[in-house]
Each structure stands twice: as C-alpha cells, then as structure tokens.
C-alpha cells in the first residue's frame, strides 16, 4: 500500500483552465483527464491525502467524480469547499443551525466518496520528519498578499505538505506543495515527497501536465 498527497483537482470549474493554463478544451476534458490520470498512479489498496478544493460548479455534478478516483480518500477541506469550516455558509446564524449545517456540507462530501473529513491541519510522519498536512502553506499565495492566514499552520521551523498556491510553485523552502498543477496533474507518493525533505529546502519549479 502506497500514500499518495494531491490538492486543488477543481472538479467542473471552468476558470481554473485559464487561471493555471491547463491544456484542455473545457471542462468535461479536464474532469476526464484527472480522473485517468489519478487511476494510472493510484490503485484501490493505496490512501490519497487531498489536501482541499476538490470540486466547484455544480457541486453535485463535481463531487461524483470523486467515486471514480482509486484508493481510500482523506480530504483536508480548503478555502472553495463547502465542508470546509471557515465557509461563510456555515458560520452563519445560531450554533445549532451552524452545526447542522456544517453536519450536511460534510456528509455531502463523504457521501461522495471521502472516507475521513480533517478540518485542522494534520501531522503525519514523512521520512525522518513529522510535517503539518494543510490546503494553505506557512505563507505565500497564488496572488497577492496571503488570504485565510487564521487557518493557516504555524511555521515552527518544519515542513509542510500543501496546495492553494496552484502553478505559483511546487517546493519553494520547507513548503512542497501537492497541488495537480505542479505535478503532472498525480498525485505525488509520499516516498518522492519523503525524498524532497531529505534533500533540504530549497526551490523548484512546476513540473508540465502529463
């Protein structure tokens, strides 16, 4: 069994082809390429690690991508999904309207095809190092000044595994970033992203959709 990390899929958003110039026609295009090229790394007995903003347009539509994908799924949600807690949505109005919201948008998600749903910024050993799970790196964004730094991890002076940044880089310092657009559009296994840390920080540029 193998340990995969990816982010930022954007299921049925149209944008994200011009924003990060993916090379495809439109939408159903990109859905059909990320699901082919997810099944080509990963098989049913491995775990994939996404780490936020699975799907935008028409939700529904969006998420039944996620029961064609292999393996076990964990999400960490970030900023553009709808189970994710800082979601304007879901922290409307009373407590308890709040949480029956929150209950529904994560079981939407799970019902989906999730097996867990991790709200908070996971630690998980990777190589000889304990690195911070999250959808936001330290710092830096994919324009301008750094949104959502409240949910951000704490820079403690380790590593973290994250997305949100889209092509801006794929390693830039103790920040490696699993985002598709970076990688290939794979996930990426937890023994290459092992190896980077072995390596040290350093910068590296985002590698070409297969």
């Not at 982010?7 to 011009?18: A, C, P, T």
């Not at 996404?50 to 029961?67: K, M, N, T, Y």
């Not at 994710?84 to 407590?95: I, T």
């Not at 910024?121 to 790196?137: K, N, Q, T």
Request: proline fraction near 5%; charged fraction near 30%; charge should be negative.
């Amino acid at each position: 069994m193998t340990t995969y990390y990816t982010s930022d899929l954007h299921f049925g958003h149209l944008n994200i082809i011009r924003f990060c110039d993916r090379p495809f026609p439109g939408v159903p295009a990109m859905n059909a390429r990320l699901v082919e090229l997810w099944n080509e790394t990963v098989t049913d007995d491995d775990t994939v690690w996404v780490l936020g903003d699975v799907a935008l347009g028409a939700l529904d539509e969006s998420l039944a991508h996620i029961g064609r994908l292999a393996g076990r799924k964990i999400l960490v949600p970030g900023n553009h999904d709808r189970c994710w807690e800082g979601d304007r949505a879901l922290r409307k109005g009373d407590p308890e309207g709040r949480e029956r919201r929150r209950a529904a948008a994560r079981e939407r998600y799970l019902a989906a095809g999730f097996a867990e749903i991790h709200d908070r910024p996971e630690r998980v050993a990777l190589g000889d190092e304990e690195v911070d799970l999250s959808h936001f790196p330290f710092e830096g964004d994919s324009h301008g000044a750094d949104r959502f730094v409240e949910y951000r991890p704490v820079d403690r002076g380790g590593w973290v595994v994250h997305g949100h940044v889209h092509d801006t880089w794929r390693q830039r310092g103790r920040q490696i970033n699993v985002g598709v657009d970076v990688w290939g559009g794979r996930p990426v296994s937890a023994e290459t992203i092992a190896g980077l840390i072995g390596d040290g920080p350093r910068e590296l540029e985002p590698l070409g959709w297969a």
